[in-house]
């Protein structure tokens, strides 16, 4: 993924597809979820979505050898007919593998702050992706720039972006994580 000032540059440039509206093609025959089908709630249920956060603090305070937990990344087989893109399987695998990436180095990162504790989610801002924005056939709520706060052992205040969570049904799964700040 290439850099651009302290964003990343969105992966389907690299599949080569382009700003232009997606092809239209048929809705695919999936289980989707209630939440994900009927028209959309006034607000995100953030509520859940710190739970979730709280778990995957957790998961960032491993030793960056440990095995990673894929169960925050948004699943495959929702991905899959989620996406209204060529080769939706292809980017799946891109976006998971640059997950690991980061979640390796935020670890490592981490491991060099002693005494670090979780104190706390902030969601940033959510948004209604109604179908056909950001290629896709399924709605879904989208909570962009949240952070995660940390504490080290000596009092310093530590934050963990998660640039996107995406809701599935009740879930909400991580796609793209953000950076680490002191």
Not at 44 to 73: G, R, Y
Not at 136 to 155: A, E, K, M, Q
Request: net charge positive; aromatic share 14%.
């Amino acid at each position: 993924m290439n850099s651009f000032g302290r964003f990343s540059v969105p992966i389907f440039f690299s599949l080569g597809l382009t700003a232009a509206s997606p092809t239209p093609s048929p809705v695919p025959a999936v289980p989707v979820p209630p939440e994900n089908r009927e028209p959309h709630p006034a607000k995100a249920d953030t509520a859940s979505l710190e739970a979730v956060a709280e778990k995957f603090a957790a998961q960032l305070l491993q030793p960056e050898n440990a095995p990673v937990d894929d169960a925050f990344f948004f699943p495959k087989a929702a991905f899959i007919p989620l996406k209204a893109i060529p080769k939706p399987d292809v980017y799946f695998d891109q976006l998971l593998a640059e997950y690991r990436m980061q979640l390796g180095k935020m670890r490592q990162r981490l491991q060099q702050m002693p005494g670090l504790k979780f104190e706390g989610a902030k969601i940033g801002f959510c948004k209604w992706k109604a179908v056909g924005s950001e290629y896709n056939h399924i709605p879904y709520w989208s909570c962009y720039r949240s952070v995660l706060n940390f504490r080290t052992g000596d009092g310093k205040a530590l934050a963990v972006g998660v640039r996107t969570w995406i809701n599935w049904g009740r879930d909400w799964f991580i796609t793209h994580l953000g950076t680490v700040t002191f």
